[in-house]
């Protein structure tokens, strides 16, 4: 479980993340076969001994769907492969955190306002509906393969230096 701070420039936010949502999934060709012991569990569960009308109760047992043929029950898998977070909420526990030249901690902002050397840098910028991070969040913060703090707050610079100067900047707490 881990919060961390996303930078979404201009607006339709919402639409910008969906992409992006661990719950937006997608059925795969994969089977996975149900164990004999499972199988034995949902004979019991759904009251019947006929392996086949075990089909129909899949979505139920694993929230998944799935089927049957010469090598027993199986379900198919569903993912994001595009999946970075299951939930987010604007400003959350990084609301105030974008300094303007003014001093002010606001949540969101017009580009040109931004004071780049007191805010905090974001670990990931959504920009146009892509994603571009740091490194890749895992559970704890933890993150296999990460930019240098160095390199990616002078590409974070230079994406906000690209915009319009009422480009609107809005920080999102997204947690994984």
Not at 41 to 55: A, D, G, I, P, S
């Amino acid at each position: 479980m881990t919060h961390f701070m996303v930078w979404v420039i201009g607006r339709n936010i919402q639409k910008q993340l969906v992409k992006y949502d661990e719950c937006n999934r997608v059925k795969s060709k994969e089977k996975i076969y149900l164990t004999k012991k499972d199988i034995k569990e949902m004979m019991k569960e759904y009251q019947t001994k006929n392996t086949t009308e075990l089909v129909g109760f899949l979505d139920d047992w694993l929230g998944e769907t799935g089927g049957i043929d010469k090598k027993g029950l199986y379900w198919n898998p569903s993912s994001n492969p595009d999946a970075r977070w299951d939930g987010y909420e604007i400003g959350g526990r990084f609301r105030g955190e974008i300094m303007t030249k003014s001093g002010k901690g606001v949540t969101f902002t017009q580009a040109s306002k931004i004071d780049l050397a007191e805010t905090t840098i974001p670990w990931v910028v959504v920009w146009k509906g892509k994603w571009y991070e740091q490194g890749e969040m895992g559970w704890w913060s933890m993150s296999p393969k990460k930019m240098l703090d160095k390199k990616w707050e002078s590409e974070v610079k230079k994406m906000i230096g690209k915009l319009r100067k009422n480009t609107r900047v809005t920080m999102v707490d997204c947690h994984i």
